[in-house]
C-alpha cells in the first residue's frame, strides 16, 4: 500500500480566516461563535483568527477569494445561513455560493470550508446553528482543521 495522508487537528501558530454573512445574522452569530469555540479548543489563538463580515451569502465568494489570495491564511472558513422562502431565490443563491467557495478554493490552492446552513425553515436553521442538530460553524472550524494538516501532510511528502 501506498503513503495514507490525514489531517490532524493541529493548527497553533496557523492564522484562519471566517466570512460571515450579516443576512440571517441571528443564525450566523451562532455559526461563528461555534467555529471560535471549534479552533480554541484546538489550540488556535483569538487573534489568529479574522473575521470578515458580508452583507449576504452572496457576497461570501468574493471576500474568501481576496483573503485566500493574501496568503496570511491556512484556511477560510464561511459562514451563512440560507432559507428557504417562496421564491427561488434561495435556490439560486445556495447553487452559486456553493460553485463560488468549491472554485475559490480550488483558484487558490488554500482550504476554503462550506458552513453555509441551508434549510427549508427556520426550525432546521435553528437545529444546524447550534441546538439539538450541533453547530455548523464548528464542523466547518474542524473540516478546516483537518484539511490545514492534510494539505502539509501532502505538501511534506
Known sequence: MGTVFEGRFEAQGRKLALVASRFNEFFTRELVAG??????RHG???GDVDVAWVPG???I?????RLARTGRYGAVVCLGCLIQGDTPHFGLVAAEVTKG??????ATGVPVVFGIVTADTLEQAMERAGT????RGFDAAAAALEMIGLCAAIDRA
Open 44 to 46: 488556535v489563538a483569538d
Open 57 to 59: 451569502s452572496f457576497e
Open 101 to 106: 467557495i468549491a472554485q475559490v478554493s480550488l
Open 35 to 40: 467555529a471560535q469555540d471549534c479552533l480554541r
Open 132 to 135: 439539538k442538530a450541533g453547530n
Open 61 to 65: 465568494p468574493l471576500a474568501a477569494q
